[in-house]
């Protein structure tokens, strides 16, 4: 009669309940874990991203509605360079206190230039005069139009009325938007090469 020998086994010891605990609690940081170390990651390459991004952006925000504006004409240029180096010629060159028309879209022109405008978008007043004298002012000042509503170059005779209501000397010209030049004294571009804008002068 063969007798079936069995492999005594030692018995487990007790498990401790701190043991337990911490083995559960571990086991659940580490299924938690796990997701929120990929969403840490994530976020934290964002916020590098967005950091490196601003870092290396050289246009003021200001500026970008001279940078992207939709002209009439396509020039392949750095619009943002030569807006800078319009400005700065404006501020070694024409006296401190001109008056000055210019784009309606922008609004750097003074931090810039250091110059009067006879207006801005962008500067509102706040009192309903001045609000009035501010949107006649944008409206004479606007973009003309042809009889087929098409964007047209401003007319000499239209600058120089214009010039007479009020007063201003210098028109910064954004030949986007300008093909032709108009009969006026040309300041600037001379010496230099600006593709995107250009000062005339009108003789008082």
């Known amino acids: 009669m063969l007798v079936q020998q069995t492999r005594s086994e030692s018995p487990a010891p007790p498990e401790n309940s701190s043991t337990k605990n911490a083995a559960t609690t571990a086991g659940r940081t580490f299924a938690l874990g796990w997701p929120a170390g990929l969403l840490l990651a994530a976020t934290s390459l964002i916020f590098v991203a967005h950091v490196a991004s601003r870092w290396q952006q050289d246009i003021a925000a200001a500026d970008l509605l001279v940078v992207n504006v939709d002209g009439r004409f396509d020039i392949d240029t750095d619009r943002h360079r030569d807006w ?81 209501r009020y007063g201003f000397e210098y028109i910064l010209f954004d030949r986007a938007f300008q093909q032709a030049p108009p009969l006026l004294e040309i300041l600037y571009p001379i010496e230099t090469e600006n593709p995107s804008f250009a000062i005339c002068r009108i003789r008082k």
Not at 130 to 154: A, F
């Open 84 to 164: 800078l180096a319009a400005c700065d010629w404006i501020s070694k060159h024409t006296p401190r206190d001109s008056m000055w028309f210019t784009p309606r879209y922008q609004q750097t022109f003074k931090w810039y230039a250091g110059r009067a405008e006879v207006v801005c978008w962008k500067d509102v007043p706040q009192d309903n005069a001045s609000v009035l004298e501010w949107y006649r002012r944008i409206q004479d000042t606007s973009l003309r139009r042809d009889e087929y509503g098409q964007l047209r170059d401003w007319h000499t005779q239209e600058l120089l009325e214009l010039s007479d």
